[in-house]
Structure formats: C-alpha cells, structure tokens
C-alpha cells in the first residue's frame, strides 16, 4: 500500500510524535540488547571476523527463531504468544529487524499507541528489501525501526533508507519505496489494538518495558 499523508499537521503535535516514537525505539534497544547478524557488516574491521557473522545467522535461525516458533505454537492464549516474541530474545540476545518490528509492536502498544502494524519496506514495483518496520498509521504516518535506532515519517524515513542507510538496502535515488502490512500467524497477534486488561497483563510479566513518563496510566 501506497502511504499518502496530508501536510497541514501542526508543527508542534509532529514534533511530539516523533519524539515518542524516538523513544519507543530507544526503550525497545535499552530493555532487550541483541547483535543482529544483519548489522555486524558495520563493524570496525569486520572484515577479519567473517566466522562471527556466520555463528550469529546460525544462531539466530537455529536457536533464537527456532525458539519464538516453538514457544508461539505452543501458546494458548494471548499473554503465551507475547512471551515467546520476548523471552528468547531476552536469552540469546540475538535479533535481526523481524524481532526488532515484533518487539516495537509489543513495547509501543504497551504504552498506549493504537493503529500501528509490523510492515515491510518494498519497492514499488514489488521487489522485496527483506526489511521490517512498525508502521504508525497516525494522522501523518511515521515509521519506527528499531534495528536501525530511529523513528521518523514516512517520507523522510524513506529518504533516510535511500541515503543514511543505503549500505542495507542498495537503493537508487530515484526507487519508489512503499510499506505493505504483513500478514501471519504473528502479526495476527501483533498488529490489532492490545485492549487495556491485555496491556496490564504484559506490564505485570515484563514491567521494563512500560516508559514512566509514558503514553496509559
């Protein structure tokens, strides 16, 4: 889908939003640090540590990502499902942008933002750039991405994947970049409104990821 955003948002209420999304991004890193094998090509000297990033896709494909599928599938209810996005993140401290745009999800619903979903980046002529976000499906749509440490709006999100980050993704000046919901077994869980009882229930098992300053009472 196409994200088309109108511009007579005020000035001060765009400042705000972003600054918040800033800090869900922020608060998602500090209470789950992880090394995506994704990001280690951005290591100084990475280059003479070629095995490392080997060990780091194996273990996150075989143990980090075996364990969500497991631990999901074997969940019977909501608060099982939510576990089994954060506990074995919290283990192997391992996490690519899926786990990213899970935990953001998850961390940003907690504090009270509605109508957002775990998106992926494309072009627009289909081609996938294998890159997961949450999308904030606000007034003028931002995006949050966590594994890249930043929140912004759609539009200059877009730049910022074509310019700052454009080492990841290999893209041209004149790509057109869209953002597509997806749609699984996890981002059924994911994506709807948490309700408030949900929201106290997550508090209560993971209480690091509620920002005192934050979005619900």
């Known amino acids: 889908m196409r994200i088309i955003a109108p511009d007579n948002i005020n000035f001060e209420s765009r400042k705000k939003a972003i600054r918040n999304a800033d800090d869900i991004a922020r608060h998602v890193n500090k209470c789950y640090p992880r090394i995506s094998s994704s990001l280690t090509d951005d290591f100084v000297n990475i280059c003479g540590f070629r095995n490392f990033k080997k060990r780091i896709n194996r273990k996150t494909e075989n143990y980090l990502r075996y364990e969500i599928s497991e631990k999901f599938d074997e969940a019977d209810n909501f608060i099982g499902k939510i576990i089994a996005f954060v506990k074995p993140v919290k283990k192997y401290k391992l996490g690519n942008c899926g786990e990213s745009a899970q935990l ?21 002529n289909g081609e996938d750039l294998d890159h997961s976000i949450l ?19 759609v539009p200059n999100a877009f730049n910022r994947y074509k310019n700052e980050f454009n080492c990841h993704f290999d893209l041209k000046e004149t790509d057109k970049l869209i953002l597509k919901e997806l ?35």
Do not use: H, M
Request: charge should be positive; include cysteine.
């Open 104 to 124: 953001s999800a998850i961390v940003a619903k907690v504090n009270g933002l509605k109508n957002c979903c775990v998106a992926s980046l494309k072009k627009a």
């Open 135 to 153: 999308l904030v499906n606000d007034k003028k749509p931002y995006v949050i991405d966590a594994w890249l440490g930043f929140a912004d709006y």
């Open 183 to 217: 749609k699984s077994d996890y981002t059924a869980v994911l994506n709807p409104d948490f309700s408030k009882t949900q929201i106290n229930k997550i508090k209560k098992i993971f209480p690091e990821q509620f920002i005192k300053r934050g979005y619900v009472e």
